[in-house]
């Protein structure tokens, strides 16, 4: 069975600070891993993700991950925090061959001025 | 403009009746699914459908009901055996269901019991 471990429910950093979000993940097959972010009152928009090839993936504003296989981790960085970054952020795992997204509880991330 | 609609954004039902929730797209994915959101559970798997009249139970299904009779609609009823059916609702497609695709969400229906 898949699932996604978050390390955080709150992540607290300054603006133009060094954004870290850990996921961990567990999963019998190589697995296809999301993360997706979550503003107020919204739905989820997706930021990257891994499938195959290049184990570090960029995405949309200024986010990457990089998929380490050893670690079992997928964690989000991006170099230099802004007001707007403040969210909800999701990792989400789905094993090949499955219909379902997995999701980890979610990481709120807070950006002090 | 291609997406995700969800209706009605806020939604209020006395204890024992049923609500029915709408999600539409325009996107002509095969794919949908609901999803339901409480603080610090992250997302739930409710129902999901491949394909049109076609569709499968997922992790919280207990209490709710859907359809598919249309690719571009997939309907949820949250009945009156549902115990806690306060929570938000997210609404997502995809292009295939493929394990590779991305799921487009909408903006969710946030739905309270009184």
Known sequence: AQSVTQLGSHVSVSEGALVLLRCNYSSSVPPYLFWYVQYPNQGLQLLLKYTTG??????INGFEAEFKKSETSFHLTKPSAHMSD???YFCAVRAQGAQKLVFGQGTRL???P | ???ITQSPKYLFRKEGQNVTLSCEQNLNHDAMYWYRQDPGQGLRLIYYSQIVNDFQKGDIAEGYSVSREKKESFPLTVTSAQKNPTAFYLCA???SGSTTDTQYFGPGTRLTVL
Do not use: C, Q, R, Y
């Open chain 1, 110 to 112: 807070t950006i002090n």
């Open chain 2, 1 to 3: 403009d291609g997406g």
């Open chain 2, 93 to 95: 497609s995809s292009p």
């Open chain 1, 86 to 88: 403040a969210a909800e």
């Open chain 1, 54 to 59: 290049a184990t570090l993936v960029k995405g």
